[in-house]
């Protein structure tokens, strides 16, 4: 963020603001609802990729972001990798279990009913939104690392993979700042891998957003796929996964 012209700020800042208002209110999930966020992703018959049968589960848990509001989910991000990764000749499943509003909070609230399911790889993207309301980064810093033990207790041979966030500068220096070393020190100190920052050229480009200036494009998405993967990549290059 440090290389952003103020004008790149400002946008960045008014676009983060937005995210509570549009698409990412936070409501208690009925059963349909947590029905259809729970869903694997679906190669693309478009894709011309041929079809491997699933050995392994990488589930991507977060909120609006990882959901992709606002498009086929087979264009959001998790959707995109597991077409790298049947491209590739992974037998890996992707499961998006993506909810708009989801913070930590209510997502360690979640948790326990998603990892009903085996999991291999665990994708955990939330804590922007907390950090957009203000909750004490104590109390996210907690949740997070709740949910890491959690999943790391009913599997312990789990891979976890953490993607960090930023906030906009109107958050104040020292929050900011903070927030933004979070996702590093905790990926640290529960040894679990990083992507450093999300929406890394995407987050505040008009043309990368959708109307709200919020949720990625189709080709947001494409960017952000391609910040996962640099990452995810080393979750998944084991031998034994790669299709016969």
């Known amino acids: 963020m440090e290389n952003n012209s103020p004008l790149r700020l400002l946008k960045f800042s008014y676009i983060f603001c937005l995210i509570c208002v549009f698409g990412c209110r936070e409501s ?27 050995t392994g589960t990488i589930l991507f848990f977060g909120d609006s972001l990882t959901a992709g509001l606002g ?11 597991q077409q790298r990764l049947d491209s590739l000749g992974y037998s890996y499943q992707v499961i998006n279990a993506g909810l708009s509003g989801e913070t930590t909070a209510s997502g360690k609230n979640r948790l326990g009913w998603v990892l009903n399911q085996p999991v291999d790889v665990f994708v955990l993207e939330l804590g922007a939104n907390d950090g957009l309301r203000g909750i004490p980064l104590t109390e996210t810093r907690k949740n997070l690392k709740a949910m890491i033990g959690q999943v790391r207790e009913k599997y312990p041979d789990v891979v976890i993979v953490l993607a960090g966030m930023q906030l906009p500068p109107n958050m104040g220096p020292e929050y900011t700042d903070e927030f933004r070393k979070l996702f590093p020190q905790l990926a640290q100190s529960e040894d679990v891998l990083l992507i450093p920052f999300l929406l890394q050229d995407v987050g505040g480009i008009p043309e990368l957003n959708q109307e709200d200036g919020i949720h990625p494009t189709a080709a947001g998405h494409a960017i952000v796929a391609e910040n996962v993967w640099a990452v995810l990549q080393e979750a998944v290059q084991s031998p034994s996964r790669k299709a016969s």
């Open 28 to 54: 208690p999930a009925s059963n349909a609802q947590k029905n259809a966020v729970v869903t694997p992703v679906e190669e693309s018959a478009a894709s011309g990729v041929s079809e491997v049968t699933p």
């Open 71 to 81: 498009l086929d989910p087979n264009l959001a991000f998790p959707g995109l990798l």
